[in-house]
């Protein structure tokens, strides 16, 4: 499987950018998808979890009700919509797929077998 995230970027504190992942090489729809960002000198932080079918997520405290994740079965993509954003969410964010199929929204990276090559977010103050 390869994950291809793309779609960060350099934006002003409160202000919006939309991630992207593409998925390929395997059925996608049966699998838990998961954002994670890396900031410099920091460990990789859970930051959003989106079940197999969709209907269940989760977020880190941090994130909560500024960033919702999505994903789109045809498209075999997942979305990560960050508003309001600070300079903390500065970081590298990476995207990832379950090990296992037809699981719940997983907040573990160890949970995660495949990993995007992360994709540079930077929020200006």
């Known amino acids: 499987v390869q994950l291809q995230a793309s779609g960060g970027g350099l934006v002003q504190a409160g202000g919006s950018l939309k991630l992207s992942c593409a998925a390929s090489?395997?059925?996608?729809?049966?699998?838990?998808m998961g954002w994670f960002r890396q900031a410099p000198g920091k460990e990789r932080d859970f930051v959003a979890a989106?079940?197999?079918?969709?209907?269940?997520?989760r977020y880190a405290d941090s994130v909560q009700g500024r960033f919702t994740i999505s994903r789109d079965g045809a498209r075999n993509t997942v979305y990560l919509q960050m508003n309001s954003l600070k300079p903390e969410d500065t970081a590298v964010y990476y995207c990832?797929?379950?090990?296992?199929?037809?699981?719940?929204?997983?907040?573990?990276?160890?949970?995660?077998?495949?990993w995007g090559q992360g994709t540079q977010v930077t929020v200006s103050s």
């Open positions: 990832a797929a379950d090990a296992r199929q037809d699981r719940g929204a997983r907040t573990p990276s160890n949970d995660y077998a495949y």
């Open positions: 090489g395997r059925i996608f729809s049966r699998y838990a």
């Open positions: 989106i079940n197999w079918s969709g209907g269940s997520v």
